[in-house]
């Protein structure tokens, strides 16, 4: 690596977050979602670099391209989609009454890795079905699964992040 590169990588460090966002924005062409400051900075450190020294070697490429076949993209629908479908639902006059909102209306999939097994949960307008068998509640899920008590929507990833409390500044 050239001193010069080097030098701009510690300059990283004392950006604010913002300016960290906005660099990230420029090198990627994406938009930035992240507020984590040392994962904005390995970020934009290793586009750098790889800028700089030319990349991925074609041959790796390829190689990452025919994995990406074999692998699913996407295993859970983005929560925008979720809560957008769980909103048409709990407007419609002939949906449960007392629906959760941070649920996917009955028919949709609940999906979820655990400890390498990809776990289908289907939503049912009376519970949940796992593998066949009927659960009330998303807990008894979990509990079934993991063979302890946890909650069901923090173990599912559920649940509307604009709601939570923010802390104090």
């Known amino acids: 690596m050239s001193t010069n590169l080097v030098q701009q990588i ?22 930035c979602r992240s507020r984590h400051r040392k994962y904005l900075i390995r970020r934009i450190a290793w586009r750098m670099q790889a800028n700089e020294e030319g990349g991925l070697s074609d ?6 391209e025919e994995l990406a076949v074999d692998s699913d993209i996407r295993t859970t629908a ?3 989609y979720i809560l ?6 709990s407007q ?7 629906w959760d909102p941070r649920l996917p209306p009955p028919g949709n ?8 097994r990809k776990l289908r949960v289907l939503v049912l307008a009376d519970g949940f079905e796992l ?20 909650n069901g929507f923090l173990f599912f990833r559920l649940g509307n992040q604009a709601t939570k409390t923010q802390p104090k500044r």
């Open 10 to 31: 510690e300059s990283l460090h004392g950006l604010s977050v913002t300016q960290l966002r906005e660099l990230y924005e420029d090198l990627m062409g994406e938009v």
């Open 59 to 64: 041959l790796v490429l390829r190689r990452a």
């Open 78 to 80: 983005p929560r925008d």
């Open 84 to 89: 957008a479908h769980a909103q048409i639902a």
């Open 92 to 98: 419609s006059p002939s949906s449960f009454v007392d």
């Open 109 to 116: 999939w609940i999906e979820r890795v655990y400890k390498r």
């Open 131 to 150: 593998e066949g068998k009927r659960f009330r509640s998303l807990t008894s899920v979990a509990k079934e699964i993991t063979g302890s008590h946890c």
